[in-house]
């Protein structure tokens, strides 16, 4: 096979790889969405995990989750080192069935199954801890925000780029008591604040879209939240970096072990999320980017968006599953 036709036949199947992976996020979307404002967000995240398992039988590629529900020993499915797929070319896979549990559980906004591929090696591999982040959108000069400078400087240099008031400006942060000085200070510069419960892909996915509102995200949660956020940007533009933040000696370790060679140096986005990335997001609950499932008497709508870093394709699919052709047994 000559270059060319070996080249165009990765493209194709990268390609293809792209639409399969929105498959696996709407399996777990729709397994998720039965337990929408149901209060019970374990047996939620339960539904999704075990139907995104199952839904990367078939997706041919030879994956190894490296971000996902836990260690080997605490989580039964989509565990780190767990291979997933029915053989094809080696990816790390980094998977959150459902991020925003409790946001699925209260039938709040902005709840996602998600997925992101890349090859291996490339996805840093966040423990389970807490990252301190800071992202904005696209279009904007290289370095106007930096997880070291002041949040002060970070809004005027941002309100400059954007050629707006500080005033104009929104900033979305987890809802935490561990935000409460820098919520403070955004307020006393007179910006403006979206505080999310939970889900925060979300939240640094919304700095991409004008339409959202959001300006720029700040704060600490999850760190594998962190890299699926990273993954995203690197698809849609915007820039990110993030710290992971440490409780204990042992989560040191812990990321030690993981192969972070030093745990406590800033990350920045191709550190977090390199090579060509594949991501697919699709809602369980309805949010700025994505509506939720909705259920009819006759089958489920789901809505997805799928990119790829290499052509920075962003793609929305809107699926509408029918009960038509199925036994009730395989009613979603
Ligand atoms: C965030 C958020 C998640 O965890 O990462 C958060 O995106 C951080 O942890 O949806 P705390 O809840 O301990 O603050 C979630 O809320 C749940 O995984």
Redesign the pocket.
Same mark, same amino acid.
Do not use: C, K, P
């Given at each position: 096979m000559s270059m060319e036709q070996q080249g165009a036949r990765e493209l194709l199947s990268d390609r293809n790889l792209a639409l399969e992976l929105v498959r696996v996020t709407e399996a777990a979307a729709l397994a998720a969405s039965r337990w929408m404002g149901l209060g019970n967000k374990n047996e939620a995240d339960g539904a999704a995990v075990t139907a995104m398992r199952r839904a990367f039988d078939t997706v041919e590629i030879s994956g190894t989750v490296v971000i996902g529900e836990g260690e080997m020993d605490e989580a039964p499915m989509l565990y780190i080192g767990e291979k997933v797929g029915s053989g094809g070319p080696a990816m790390d896979i980094a998977v959150d069935p459902l991020?925003?549990?409790?946001l699925c559980a209260k039938g709040g906004p902005n709840a996602l199954a998600v997925i992101a591929l890349a090859e291996h090696g490339k996805f840093l591999h966040a423990p389970d801890i807490?990252m301190d982040k800071i992202a904005v959108g696209g279009g904007l000069p290289p370095g106007v925000v930096d997880l070291d400078a002041s949040i002060e400087d970070n809004l005027r240099n941002l309100a400059r780029a954007k050629n707006c008031d500080i005033s104009d400006l929104v900033a979305c942060l987890?809802d935490?008591e561990r935000h409460e000085e820098k919520i403070a200070r955004i307020r006393a510069l007179g910006a403006r604040i979206m505080l999310i419960s /939970? +889900? /925060?892909?979300a939240g640094v996915m919304a700095t991409t879209q004008p339409e959202s509102g959001v300006d720029i995200f700040f704060g600490i949660? +999850?760190a594998p939240?962190g890299v699926l956020a990273a993954a995203a940007l690197r698809c849609v533009g915007g820039q990110m970096q993030g710290r992971l933040v440490f409780e204990n000696e042992e989560q040191i370790a812990r990321s030690r072990d993981m192969g972070i060679a030093d745990p406590h140096r800033k990350f920045e986005l191709l550190e977090l999320a390199a090579g060509d990335v594949l991501f697919a997001a699709t809602g369980v609950t309805s949010g700025a980017m994505l509506r939720g499932v909705r259920r009819f008497g006759h089958g489920a709508v789901t809505h997805s968006v799928v990119m790829r870093s290499k052509s920075g394709t962003v793609r929305y699919v809107e699926a509408h599953h029918s009960y038509a052709t199925k036994p009730a047994a395989q009613h979603y």
């Open positions: 991020e925003g549990t409790n807490y987890l935490r /939970d +889900g /925060d892909v949660g +999850g939240e």
